[in-house]
């Protein structure tokens, strides 16, 4: 049942537990929106709690909406103010989106680069505040494909040319394994379904995109069994069963094998009992093929979860 409370003026107000679960941000970041950016003024019991009225709960959902278009939150606060006032100025979305979204490519390219340049130093206090700074300030979906994503795919690109030392990689896997896995491992004891299985595909390492990707489909409420490595479709299979597990998730980067894991699939007899959906830039390669129980997962975190959503429910 929906929690709220009966606000002495009419309508409901909500408790901030409550409005992140309709708008699928997390407290943590509806806290930073209110006392970083005054994005959103929620009222207050006497014992200081916060209330959300339902036009709260809707400029939450507004602003969610200019960050999807790519707008850094810093600069919401300016565009919903346009938006409310009645002017013909402010009547001009097109130049208001142009504007916001032209220095939004800026802003996201200089924490990119930023990014980059903590990775390069190895230096793990700084990435450490980036990456808390991106998780508090922007839901997961929007940190991921904002940030984190082009960051991975862009160092895959120069460790794939030799342009940059693997050790690197090893730094930033290194990097996310310690600060998703206590993450994950809480997830599951929230999170009972749907159960999702998964691992890298054979002959690439995807680990930098499954921690990222895992973590993404555990906030978005999946029960997530995380395999760190490459395993046989076969005895994938066999732990999905015994998991109960309703899609196999397989990621990798463009060295992975495609190919390989087909022949894997006709070796294991594979009857289509479960779909396996494949995630990270390897997706490309399977994005023109129609096989109903091999596909590919969407780039954009949000997309992919939906599609998820619809696969588990198919197989539930």
């Known amino acids: 049942m929906t929690e709220k409370v009966a606000s002495a003026v009419g309508g409901p107000l909500y408790p901030i537990r409550e409005v992140s679960r309709l708008t699928g941000v997390n407290s943590v970041t509806l806290r930073a929106w209110e006392r970083r950016y005054g994005l959103i003024q929620p009222r207050r019991t006497p014992k200081g709690h ?6 709260d709960i809707e400029r939450v959902e507004r602003i969610l909406q200019w960050l999807n278009r790519g707008v850094p939150v810093s600069q919401v606060g300016e565009l919903l103010d346009q938006a ?9 979305s097109d130049q208001v989106s142009s504007s916001g979204e032209a220095s939004s490519d800026h802003d996201w390219e200089g924490q ?19 990456f ?13 494909a904002r940030l984190w994503q082009p960051v991975v795919e862009r160092l895959e690109t120069d460790w794939a040319d030799h342009a940059t030392p693997m050790a690197q990689r090893c730094f930033l ?10 993450r994950l491992y809480h997830g599951n004891h ?6 999702i299985l998964m691992s890298y595909l054979p002959g690439g390492c995807g680990a930098l995109w499954q921690l990222l990707f895992a973590f993404t489909v555990s906030s978005a409420g999946f029960y997530i069994t995380l395999f760190d490595g490459s395993v046989p479709v076969g ?50 390669q399977l994005r023109e093929t129609n096989e109903e129980n091999l596909s590919a997962l969407d780039s954009d975190p949000a997309r992919a979860i939906a599609q998820l959503r619809l696969a588990t429910a198919r197989h539930g």
């Open 190 to 195: 929230e999170n009972t379904e749907p159960r």
């Open 84 to 92: 409310s006032n009645d002017t013909p100025a402010s009547k001009d």
């Open 132 to 144: 808390t700074r991106s998780m508090g300030l922007y839901p997961v979906n929007t940190a991921i």
């Open 50 to 55: 916060r209330l959300y009225a339902r036009e």
């Open 235 to 284: 005895e994938l299979i066999e732990a999905a069963r015994r998991k109960d597990a309703r899609t196999i998730v397989l990621s990798g980067a463009m060295e992975a094998d495609i190919e390989g894991l087909r022949r894997q699939l006709s070796q294991a007899s594979y009857q289509g009992m479960l779909p396996i959906r494949v995630a990270g830039s390897i997706t490309r």
């Open 173 to 182: 896997e290194s990097f996310l394994r310690t600060r998703l896995g206590l």
């Open 112 to 130: 990119h680069l930023e990014v980059i340049d903590a990775v390069a130093e190895f230096d793990t206090n700084r990435l450490e505040n980036l």
